[in-house]
């Protein structure tokens, strides 16, 4: 045998560990409790267990509960740039072990595919005669190791000496595998550091095969091959590709960080919205994104709550400064004639009506103050009743007729001033005019409307009033005009002339007049019955009070006949 190579005995194989020789029993009193239960089994002073620590849940330990605190305390950005970190990481992770596995893999059948070639074609025409060990080496790659096991002669080890140097020899004797136990298919084994060369970390691809002559085995063979190549390969490869994930982590957790903030900066246009409404300006709203994202959607909601809400406080606000006119009004309407009585009763307590004419004059003042104080009661508690919602009678009632009455009770309050009943539209015939609603309130509402002409309106102009039927929007209207021909009111006015109290003489001196509560009366009448009331310039000069209440179809009433137009 030439220099290059070695004959080696035979490896002895590595002893095999002792079993324990400490008993269960002794194993367990290393332990706290076993070391409490052993002293007391042999008549020792107890030990007392250590005290356990306390649980916060039923799976986690007292770790679940500072965790999940610390969860809810963290803020949703951290949350969901951690989640994306963690997510990036394991995935990358798995196909760092799914790369390397499986280029491990593909590195290991090449190997031993080539480990395979070698031994089918090189040894089959060798291996039978196993004589010429210098033809061998001279036939095999420098790394390869075969060791010979001849059944009846010595065993004979055949390697290059620099693979001995560098690797080591794997750990295989004669009595690694017998017959039955021998893998058909290569294997991995460790190696075997001989007097200290080589490196005994090294692992060893390792084919078993047996060599027959004429049926009769002659010898077992085992064939090697060093994987310091495929490990050194797969480690350099696992080394690039947890460089490459741990910096595509913290780009994805720069770039994630980035995005969730762009992406939760409506969720902050939000919170210091909602600070702002709280410190009381109502009037801030969000910043309106597209309706198809989630944050989007919110703003929107939220806009339309703070509408409502902005629209709630104003209504609140105005509901209370109204209330507060009200009672102002209210108290100056009743405190005018209760002064008059007061006045007219400390007079006659003095004693100074002294004759017929005065007592007779202070008891007509002191009525006419009750006869006042007695309407604007009246007239309280029916807006006071409309207020609440009361139900009112819904009955179909011919404004016709209504209207009629109302131009006879004018003519008669006036007689010298000329009343008549028109056509909504010139030249249309004039027939009925039916509605659904309640025939006293409807009749209270031409007699405030006629009293208010009557009053604010210099005797003998003339009064239409007009009625016909209208369409708008699909929706059939009864249309109801009364038209005076008096100085008429500014735009100012007109539209607060509906309020209650209000009045275009605002003067609170006077003792005659109106209480300014007719036409609120017929704004809340009409209200009730869905209708509405407007007013408008009169052609020529005066007010045009318009009132639209739903129609009702003929069939729903009898219809009434037909009423002459009355011209007074």
Known sequence: MSSSSRHLP??????????????PSELGATTPQGAWEASAGAGLP???????????????????????????RTPLR???????????????????????????????????????????QRFNQTLTQYTDSEQLLQLLPSDFYIAIYPVNDEPRVEVQAQTIEKYGIPKITAYT??????????????????????????????L???????????????????????????GQIKQILLLSALAIT??????GLLAVRRSLRPLGDIERTAAAIAEGDLSRRIPQGPLSTEVGSLAHSLNVMLSQIEQGFAAREASEARMRRFVSDASHELRTPLATVRGYGELYRMGALTTPEAMDDTMRRIEDSAKRMGTLVEDLLHLARLDEGRAIQRVPVDLTVLAADAVSDLHALDPSRPVRLAPLTPGAPMGPCLVIGDDDRLR?????????????????SPVEVALGEVTTDGRRCAVLEVRDHGPGISDADAERIFERFYRVDSSRNRTSGGSGLGLAIVAAIVGSLEGTV????????????????PAATPGSASVAEELPLPVV
């Not at 790369?99 to 089918?120: E, G, I, K, M």
């Not at 407007?534 to 209440?549: D, Q, Y």
């Open 177 to 206: 595998f017998t017959d039955a136990n021998r893998p058909t298919r290569p294997f991995t084994t460790s190696s075997v550091d001989v007097h200290g060369a080589g490196d005994a970390g090294t692992q060893w691809r390792v």
């Open 46 to 72: 107890a030990v007392p267990p250590p005290p356990q620590p306390p649980t916060t849940g039923d799976a986690g330990g007292q770790h679940v509960g500072p965790i999940r605190s610390f969860w809810v």
């Open 78 to 120: 951290v949350r969901l740039v951690g989640i994306v970190t963690l997510v990036l990481l394991a995935g990358l992770g798995i196909s760092v072990v799914l790369t390397t596995t499986v280029l491990s893999r593909f590195l290991v059948d090449q190997l031993d595919t080539q480990l395979t070639t070698a031994a089918q």
């Open 534 to 549: 407007s007013t408008a310039s009169t052609p020529g000069g005066g007010l045009t009070v318009r009132i639209c209440l």
């Open 250 to 255: 913290v780009v994805g957790a720069a770039v």
């Open 444 to 460: 209270q509402v031409f007699a405030n409307l006629v009293g208010n002409v009557a009053m604010h309106t210099p005797t003998g």
């Open 10 to 23: 035979p490896v002895p194989p590595p002893p095999e560990p002792a079993p324990s020789e400490l008993a």
């Open 208 to 234: 078993a095969g047996s060599v027959e002559v004429n049926r009769t085995k002659v010898a077992d063979v085992y064939v090697a091959l060093p994987l310091t190549t495929v490990e050194s390969t797969v």
